[in-house]
């Protein structure tokens, strides 16, 4: 690895770190509904749960949609796109705060990036591109930082021992690196989804009474 990349991989680490500030604790991606009305309530499940997400919702769209915006950082469509296909007020919420968060700090802190909003994949992919940074590990360690988000919030909620958590973590890296390489490869044209029970709870958590997540 050149010293150039090795500096983009490890801007991609810090920028898809927990620590880095576009407030991703404070999301659940319609998981803390689904731990409520118990459909996740184990590691077991728990993994069922995030492996679809990943595989058949929005992690993969969120993957094509980086993709795209990698390969053309001046396209207006993967944004365009990424707004629409937000499947509830909470998922636009999600996607278009984190995104502006994490453009505003790429850009006045890492010097990548023009700073401009944009829903949070497609701000990854656009700072990842102004790098150097390779697309699939950038793809990968997106999906890896989106996983390691949804598992940390059941270890909260459900709650999971810290261990538990790890194992579902390392027990969906495969998957990650799996959908990763579809999406590399995939267009615009390859979105779409059928997480259906995924999206509905992130529909039903805009209504839930008691709390803890914005999402």
Avoid: K
């Amino acid at each position: 690895m050149s010293d150039a990349s090795a500096a983009a991989v490890q801007a991609l680490v810090a920028w898809l770190s927990p620590g880095y500030p576009v407030g991703a604790f404070a999301y659940s991606h319609g998981l803390e509904r689904a731990v409520a009305d118990g459909a996740v309530r184990d590691a077991q499940t728990l993994q069922a749960w995030v492996g679809d997400v990943l595989a058949r919702g929005s992690g993969r769209n969120d993957a094509i949609l980086l993709a795209a915006a990698h390969r053309a950082p001046d396209d207006l469509a993967p944004a365009e796109l990424a707004a629409a296909l937000a499947v509830s007020r909470e998922r636009l919420l999600e996607t278009e705060a984190q995104g502006a968060a994490f453009a505003r700090t790429t850009a006045q802190a890492w010097g990548a990036g023009d700073g401009g909003p944009a829903p949070y994949p497609v701000a990854v992919g656009r700072a990842a591109a102004a790098a150097g940074a390779p697309l699939e590990t950038a793809l990968t360690l997106y999906l890896q930082a989106f996983a390691a988000n949804l598992v940390s919030v059941a270890v909260r909620l459900v709650p999971l021992g810290q261990t538990e958590g790890q194992r579902a973590l390392a027990a969906l890296a495969p998957l990650c690196a799996a959908v990763a390489a579809e999406a590399a490869g995939a267009g615009l044209d390859d979105l779409g989804g059928a997480a259906f029970a995924a999206d509905i709870a992130a529909m039903r958590h805009e209504t839930q009474a008691v709390r803890l997540f914005r999402t």
